[in-house]
């Protein structure tokens, strides 16, 4: 049996992708099969619920993100990257503003990469 893989990107209230992995509540998940990205369902999480408030939990408990192959977002640290893989779970960072766009661009493999982290993202409440 083949599952169709499943992207999400993190998405500011805007439309554009997140800056932050960790402070994101709002996640598009894209199916793809043949042709372009379909948009799926969308997550929205609450403050207590962001992938930064899991990771320093680090309870062992899962993240609704586990239920995707890869999530996309501007940045995000190394720790929650590594927790993420822990059950399959890849994120990517890109500075593709576009969330359709990075998903048809990941798939493509010419999502360009984002390395910049910001620290200070982590201090602040999620949403924001």
Known sequence: MTTTPLIAVAVQPNGRVA???GRADVWQVYAFEMGDPELVWTLR????GSLHEWHVRNDGSRHPLHSVDVAICRSAGDGVMARLAERHTTLVTTLEPDPFLAV???????LPQSNDHDESQCEQKAGR
């Open 19 to 21: 800056p932050h992995a």
């Open 45 to 48: 999480l609450t403050s207590e």
């Open 104 to 110: 048809q661009r990941y798939l493509e493999g010419t």
